[in-house]
Structure formats: C-alpha cells, structure tokens
T-cell receptor, first 115, second 111 residues
C-alpha cells in the first residue's frame, strides 16, 4: 500500500530538547516537503527537497533542520532554537514535472507538544 | 514566497445551497492551482486542481474556475451536504515547485 508515513502521531517534549519527526514515502516521489500548521491557520512551508542530499529553506526555517540522505526519507528536527515549536507538522511529497503541476500528497501529520 | 489571499475565512450555508471560495495571487508565473479539503485533525486531501491552460474544471458537485489575466481562481461546491463541512485551502505552485497555501476557509453546511 503506497503512501507517506509520519511517526509518531503524537509527540511530547520538554522545552530545550531537540526532537526529530520521521517522514517516509514509498511513492518514488522526487520532492518532499515539511509544513507547519497552527490551530485555525494555514500551512506554512518549513523546508523542501527536490533531490537526495539537497534541500532548501521555506518561509519559516529558523529553528528547524532537515536531511535527505535517501529518496524515501526526509526527517525534520525541531531544535531548541525554535521559539514556538508546539504545532501540527505535515510532511508531503510529489513527483516533479517540467510544468511544475503535480499535486502534493500529505502524510497524516505529527502533533508536537512542547511544555 | 508571495502569498495567496483566500476569502472568506468562514462560510456557513444551508444544506443544498452552493458555496463559493475565492483566491487571488500576484505571481504571474504560477501555473498550477490545487484545492485541498481538511477535516478536523486530519491531513489535507486534494479535491480538485486546475492548470493554467484551462479556464474551468468540474468533478461532480465541485468545480474550479481560473482567470489568469485577473489572477484569481475559485472553488464552487453545489448542492452542499453536511459532509462537505471542513476547512478548504487553495494553493498555487511557484516557479521553485513550492506550493503556497491560502489561509483557509472554514465551511459549515447546516442540515
């Protein structure tokens, strides 16, 4: 069954700790993305990657880091430098086309709570 | 990236009525415009999309229209049902293959 798997579904951490959110896809998609969603808000882009070993900052990259060592995996680390880390984190992937017109497929999300 | 403006932020309609959500953008290089539906606590799911070489696309009760000259696109839901209640997001793909989302519209369909 192809798809995007995010784990865990819920994550709790103490302030000052780094935490890594997992995202794996078996869709053979080239591009992967991380978005953050706050309650009642839209989706804001944190980081994205179009090819292995390469990634770019999105609109709100400060306090986050990523890696893309494998095509299937795009983990996100929320560092202690992120001032307001509590949020719903969504990973997505897509194929890349010359026209730039393919949809994103989302994982089920990880709800991170930092206290 | 450049924002996508989405209106209204909330919309309440009677079951059976139509609902229309509008989005505007400023980057003329955008050529792909998807719409996502997100139910409470769940992931966004693609419901319809449109490419810049098309002015309108329809899928059963859902339709999307695009006016590239005016830089706006709209989602139309006809014969609304209670299960249409959700948050709807418009988006545009920029030249870097990033998807830029609108702020969302919370649709409530009253039975």
């Amino acid at each position: 069954d192809g798809g995007i798997t995010q784990s865990p579904k819920y994550l709790f951490r103490k302030e000052g700790q780094n935490v890594t959110l997992s995202c794996e896809q078996n869709l053979n998609h080239d591009a992967m993305y991380w978005y953050r969603q706050d309650p009642g808000q839209g989706l804001r882009l944190i980081y994205y990657s179009q090819i292995v070993n390469d990634f770019q900052k999105g609109d709100i990259a400060e306090g986050y880091s990523v890696s893309r060592e494998k095509k299937e995996s795009f983990p996100l680390t929320v560092t202690s430098a992120q001032k307001n880390p509590t949020a719903f984190y969504l990973c997505a992937s897509s194929i890349l086309t010359a026209g730039g017109n393919s949809p994103l497929h989302f994982g089920n999300g990880t709800r991170l709570t930092v206290t | 990236g450049e924002n996508v403006e989405q209106h209204p932020s909330t919309l309440s309609v009677q079951e059976g009525d139509s609902a229309v959500i509008k989005c505007t953008y400023s980057d003329s290089a955008s050529n792909y415009f998807p719409w996502y539906k997100q139910e409470l606590g769940k992931r966004p799911q693609l419901i319809i999309d449109i490419r810049s070489n098309v002015g309108e696309k329809k899928d059963q009760r859902i339709a999307v229209t695009l006016n590239k000259t005016a830089k706006h696109f709209s989602l139309h839901i006809t014969e609304t049902q209670p299960e249409d209640s959700a948050v709807y997001f418009c988006a545009r793909m920029d030249s870097s293959y990033k998807l830029i989302f609108g702020s969302g519209t919370r649709l409530l369909v009253r039975p």
